[in-house]
Each structure stands twice: as structure tokens, then as C-alpha cells.
């Protein structure tokens, strides 16, 4: 039997049963979800899909937060031949336009009233836009369907069409497409095959360890590939157990309550926890700072032996026992074997933070078009610093220009309608060009160095690659984000934000009177401050590198806003664009 996306879910299916599938929080209390009942469910929902004239290779735009019937939509489209497109919840309406005409979806799947609004206003643009399903609620609107009625519409429809859909799937054909959130222009759609997806879950399930009775945690966009590798087709490999956080301002409490065995988080996510246990931290005795201190000391020592195959120091037991073991708990952490990150660069401080608490983060390096990681670190095998090391059966390499290539079976087919962007990226040969500088060490182990596209040229001659630097910016503990500008200039500068979280902590230590973000930033006691830890990192940097000027904004940057794309990545252009004069002012009479 060919093996395809749909063959392994009902593999899994049939093995794990009665076993927890999915889990998720109504009028307060987690209700599970077995395999067998999520696997009917996406039969259902796949019948119904075909019920509505649903056909093979079409699109099927799903808009919402993470939830059982996103999954089971997503499912569905694959069993039906048809090809699941996730969008951002934080699209507009003319991206949710752009990507529902391009994928050619007559079907799109909504949360609730809110987002099918957003689909009813660009509904006239999309004449191949037949059907809105409605997951939450009903309504009255022509050609919108409830969720139950496509379920319904499903029971009535022979699964004999459906079984001849699956029959006819192949491990090469198109499973998924999978748009780039698109750092400039319009999003490309990354076409993953059923092998693509099946090879990579199996890799990242088996060095992850991923088993039955394991539960992780949903709460990233699932229209990126990282969330759907750790939630939608990993599980799905070992019969693990997806609970779905409410939302993501509930995610310390989803942690807390559900103590995951896998635990994924973006750069942004970690650095908001490691801000949170700092301003807690700042609050306790000063008994119990030196014990903390201490026992960072150890926890950050013992990370680093471990590393290097070497025992541990003395004492660090006891200092796991005195305050590891307790923020792991507090965190919600205390269960976990494996804590990961990916989607966007993280600066050595957040790492070593997390390392002295002994909880090391594995770092995955990778992008849409390599299915999501192209390279990955294991509890046993990590460095701290490095973004993990090639999939086994996959190659890595570095072009004579210092540029990170990808080759092996998790390699996408090329971009939906866009010969010519897949000519760019995947070269004749199968290798991924992704666009990222980095270099491998004796070890195998991946260092990535910044964007090929992104390297600054001041007006000297000097190539500098901003993310470095802006990692560093932001070990400053008044700095949310930081960006390097200074492209065709005498000298760099760098917007800063302003942390919101520890506004309070931090004025009070630049003697400031400032309560909020938008205050410290005007003023001139806080900046000195600020200026003051920026000659620091200076005093780490290279001449040319280093940084003249600074200007404090006291808006974080946020995917709302446009400065970030979903998955916490700057948007340059977009921050250049909306900053163009506090930009010039930083080089006013240079």
C-alpha cells in the first residue's frame, strides 16, 4: 500500500484507539478526544468536503485559532485529494484574498463570527469561493454552512468516493501548502508532498522521542510548518496527546495544567518567560537571590559538562533541588524531556538563562521549504549556541559564499504557480538555497550568522549581518527588540524598544520616573541608562560594528502592529518604512 499522510492517521488510529487524541478546555475542564472518535470525525468531515462538489487538488483555506476542528479540517482535505491551507490569524483581509484566490480553494473553514466577516467582505473578489463552513455557531448567510451540517452532510454521503480519493493518492503527490509569512511581498505557497510530511514527522518524532501518553502543548499558528511538525503530524506518528491552549496570553496556565512532555517555543515566547522569571525574581529576599544566583552558577556549569560528556560539578544537586526543580514546576516544565526552538534567531543570554535552571533548549534551524527543521539538536546530543545538526538522510552544506544548503527527502517540490521562485531556491541538483549565512563545526554542528539578504554595506565597504548584534541588544534587560540599521551609511544605529514587562523594575534602577514604555523611552534618565548598557555590548563588537547611536520607541514591536511576522521575525522594511524619521534623525549632521 502507498504511503501517504492519510494511511499512517489510520494506522495510528486503529493502534491507539481508545487512547487520548486531542484535549481541549470547555467551561473550564480539559475533554479529551480519542483516536477513533478524531479519525470518524475527519472521515465525516472528508465526506462532507466531497458533498460540497470538493475537488482533488483544490484548495481548502482554513482561518482560525488552534482547535479539534482545525485539525480535523486540515485532515479532511487531505483525505478528500484536496490541498489544506492554513492562514494567519492576523492576515488582512486582502492577504486572506490573495492566498484563497492563489490556492484555489472554492471551501474555506472558519473559527467563528469574527473571521467569517473577514471572509464574507472579500467573498464578491473570490468567485471560485463556494462554501464558508463555520466551525463555532451558525448563521444566516448564503452559502455558509455550521459545522454540524457539514458533519451531517458527511454521514449521508458513501465513503466508497472517498476510499477511491484515497486509493488514488501517491507519497509524491501534494499534500499541503504552506504560505510564507512573507518578510516583503506576497506570500509564496511552499507545496509539500505526502512523503515530505511523513519523512520529516518520523525524523522529528523519533529524535524527540515521541511517545504514546505524551502530551504537547498547541498554541503557535498552525498555518507554519513548525506548529504543524509539533503538534499536527508528530502525534500523529507516536499517538501522542495535542491539548490546545485556550489562547496565548493562557499559555502559562495551559503549561501549568497540562505539564508537557515536548515543549516548542519561538525565540519571543522564551524570552517573555525568562522576562517574567527575572521581574519574579527581582521581588524575592535577598536570602533568596544568593541561593538563586548559586544555584544558577551550578545549573549554568553543569549545563556545559553535560555537553562535553562530563560530570556535573558538586552541589548541583542540591542546587536543582533548591530552586531547578521548583521553577521547572512553577513553569510547568517539570515533566518536560525536551524543550526546543525555532522560527527566528535567540540570543546566547536567553539560552544560558534557561541552561542555568537546567532546562537546555534544544535549537532547530530549518524553513517551510525543508518541510520545518533541516537541522535539530537532541537531549543527548546538543550545543548551546548551535542550531542542532543535519535529519539523519538529509544533507547539509555551505556554499563557497558562506550560504546554509539543504538537500534530502523533507525538500518541498517548489512553490505553488512560481516556476521561476523555485528555480532561485532549489537548484538542479535538489539542494535548498536558503538565503541564511552559517558554518558547520568539526562536530556537524550548524551556527547560522545571519540573512544573505539582510547583511548591512555601510557606506565604508564593511559587510555587517545585523542579527548578532541585535541578539545582543537584546541580553540588555530594558530592550524587548532591537534592529540594526545603517545600510549604505558612515556607521550603524539601532531602534530599541522598550519592554513593557520590565518598565517598572528598570526605571527604578536608571532612577527614572517613568511608569510606562512610552515614558522610559522620553526619558532622557532612562535613555542615559540604556545608552550606558549599550556601550557595553559596543565594547564586544569589531570598530565597524559597533553602534553610534540609539533611539528608544516606546511601542513594542508586535505581529498587530506589522512590525513582526506570526512567527515573531522582524519585517525590516516595514519597520524602515514606519520609523523612516526617527531612522534619519540618527543620522542627522553625520
Given amino acids: 500500500m502507498t504511503q501517504t499522510v492519510p494511511v499512517r492517521f489510520e494506522a495510528t488510529a486503529r493502534r491507539y484507539a481508545d487512547g487520548p487524541a486531542l484535549a481541549v478546555k470547555r467551561d473550564g475542564a480539559w475533554q479529551t478526544i480519542t483516536w477513533r472518535d478524531y479519525h470518524e470525525a475527519v472521515l465525516r468531515a472528508a465526506r462532507g468536503l466531497l458533498a460540497l462538489g470538493l475537488e482533488p487538488g483544490k484548495g481548502v483555506v482554513i482561518l482560525g485559532y488552534n482547535r479539534p476542528e482545525w485539525f480535523v479540517a486540515d485532515m479532511a482535505a487531505i483525505f478528500a485529494g484536496a490541498v489544506p491551507t492554513g492562514l494567519y490569524t492576523t492576515a488582512t483581509a486582502d492577504q486572506c484574498a490573495y492566498v484563497t484566490e492563489h490556492c484555489e480553494a472554492p471551501i474555506a473553514v472558519v473559527e467563528n463570527a469574527d473571521y467569517l466577516q473577514t471572509m464574507l467582505a472579500i467573498r464578491e473578489r473570490l468567485p471560485s469561493l463556494a462554501t464558508i463552513v463555520l466551525m463555532e455557531g451558525e448563521s444566516g448567510e448564503p452559502g455558509v454552512l455550521s459545522w454540524q451540517d457539514l458533519l451531517r452532510r458527511g454521514e449521508e454521503t458513501p465513503e466508497a468516493e472517498l476510499r477511491r480519493r484515497l486509493d488514488a493518492q501517491r507519497a509524491d503527490d501534494l499534500a499541503t501548502l504552506i504560505y510564507t509569512s512573507g518578510t516583503t511581498g506576497n506570500p509564496k505557497g511552499v507545496m509539500l508532498s505526502h512523503r515530505n510530511l511523513l519523512w520529516t514527522a518520523e525524523a522529528v518524532a523519533d529524535i524527540l522521542s515521541f511517545q504514546a501518553g505524551d502530551n504537547v502543548v498547541s498554541y503557535l499558528p498552525l498555518s507554519h510548518i513548525a506548529e504543524q511538525m509539533i503538534t499536527l503530524h508528530g502525534p500523529q506518528r507516536a499517538g501522542a496527546t495535542v491539548y490546545f491552549a485556550e489562547s496565548i496570553e493562557k499559555l502559562p496556565e495551559t503549561l501549568r495544567e497540562v505539564r508537557p512532555e515536548v515543549f516548542f517555543g519561538v525565540p ?82 536567553t539560552l544560558e538563562f534557561f541552561l542555568s535552571l537546567g532546562i537546555p533548549i534544544l535549537e532547530v534551524y530549518g524553513m517551510s521549504e525543508c518541510t520545518g527543521p533541516a537541522t535539530i539538536s537532541r537531549p543527548d ?210
Avoid at 552558577?297 to 542546587?319: I, W
Avoid at 549556541?385 to 535529519?391: E, I, K, P, Q, S
Avoid at 538555497?433 to 558554518?439: F, K, L, P, W, Y
Fill in 268 to 349: 519571543r515566547v522564551w524570552e517573555k518567560i525568562q522576562a517574567a522569571i527575572a521581574v519574579a525574581g527581582a521581588q524575592a529576599s535577598p536570602l533568596k537571590r544568593r541561593i538563586a544566583r548559586w544555584a544558577r552558577a551550578k545549573g549554568l556549569a553543569a549545563g556545559y559538562a553535560d555537553q562535553r560528556g562530563e560530570p556535573p560539578p558538586a552541589l548541583t544537586g542540591l542546587a536543582r533541588k533548591l530552586v531547578h526543580d521548583k521553577v521547572r514546576v512553577k513553569l510547568g516544565l517539570d515533566r518536560t524531556r525536551v524543550c526546543a526552538c525555532s522560527a527566528a534567531p535567540i540570543s546566547l543570554d
Fill in 381 to 590: 546530543r546538543y550545543r548551546t549556541g548551535r542550531a542542532g545538526y543535519a535529519l539523519p538522510g538529509a544533507e547539509l552544506a555551505i556554499a563557497d559564499d558562506g550560504e546554509i544548503l539543504i538537500r534530502g527527502p523533507h525538500v518541498f517540490l517548489g512553490y505553488y504557480k512560481d516556476p521561476e521562485a523555485t528555480r532561485e531556491t532549489l537548484d538542479a541538483e535538489g539542494w535548498i538555497h536558503s538565503g541564511d549565512i552559517g558554518e558547520i563545526d568539526e562536530e556537524g554542528f550548524l551556527k547560522v550568522t545571519d540573512r544573505k539578504k539582510e547583511l548591512l554595506i555601510t557606506s565604508g565597504g564593511k559587510n555587517v549581518a545585523p542579527a548578532p548584534i541585535e541578539a545582543q541588544l537584546k541580553t540588555i534587560p530594558a530592550v524587548g527588540q532591537a534592529v540594526v540599521v545603517g545600510d549604505g551609511r558612515k556607521y550603524l544605529a539601532a531602534l530599541l524598544t522598550v519592554d513593557p514587562e520590565r518598565v517598572a523594575g528598570e526605571a527604578r534602577a536608571a532612577r527614572s520616573p517613568a511608569t510606562t514604555a512610552e515614558e522610559a523611552a522620553a526619558c532622557p534618565r532612562f535613555r542615559a541608562y540604556v545608552e550606558r548598557q549599550v556601550d557595553r555590548v559596543n565594547a564586544t563588537l569589531a570598530r565597524y560594528e559597533t553602534l553610534k547611536r540609539v533611539h528608544l520607541v516606546g511601542t513594542d514591536f508586535t505581529v498587530d502592529g506589522g512590525e513582526l511576522t506570526p512567527t515573531m521575525k522582524l519585517k525590516r522594511r516595514v519597520i524602515y518604512r514606519k520609523y523612516a524619521a526617527e531612522i534619519e534623525r540618527l543620522y542627522d549632521s553625520a
